[in-house]
C-alpha cells in the first residue's frame, strides 16, 4: 500500500512539473488541526500533499503557529518547483523556522 501511494505522488509531481512552463503552480496553506497547525501543498487547485504533523520528527507533533506551518509548507514548495522531492530533514525544518 505505500509503494502504491508513493507511485501516486511521483506520478503527480510528473504531471504538476510538465504542466505549466512558467511560474510557481505550487501553492501552500495552512489548516487548523488538533492542538495546533498542519499544512497543505496544492498543485493548482489539487491537493498534492496533506501533511498534518511537522515532517521528520517522530511522533504526531503540530506546528504551534500558523506561521511555522506555512514556512515549512512553503519550503516545500520551492523544492517542488526545482524539481527536488518534497522530503525534509530535521535540519532544514529548523532553518526554516529560524527564531520560532
Do not use: H, N
Amino acid at each position: 500500500m505505500r509503494m502504491m501511494q508513493r507511485g501516486a505522488v511521483a506520478g503527480w509531481l510528473v504531471l504538476c512539473l510538465s504542466c505549466t512552463s512558467s511560474g510557481s503552480q505550487f501553492t501552500c496553506r495552512a489548516m487548523k488541526v488538533s492542538g495546533g497547525y498542519g499544512y497543505v501543498i496544492l498543485c493548482r487547485e489539487d491537493t498534492l500533499i496533506c501533511q498534518p504533523y511537522v515532517p521528520a520528527v517522530s511522533g504526531k507533533q503540530v506546528f504551534v503557529t500558523e506561521r511555522e506551518a506555512l514556512k515549512v509548507g512553503q519550503l516545500v514548495c520551492r523544492k517542488l518547483d526545482k524539481g527536488r522531492p518534497p522530503t525534509l530533514t530535521r535540519e532544514e525544518i529548523s532553518e526554516a523556522l529560524g527564531d520560532e
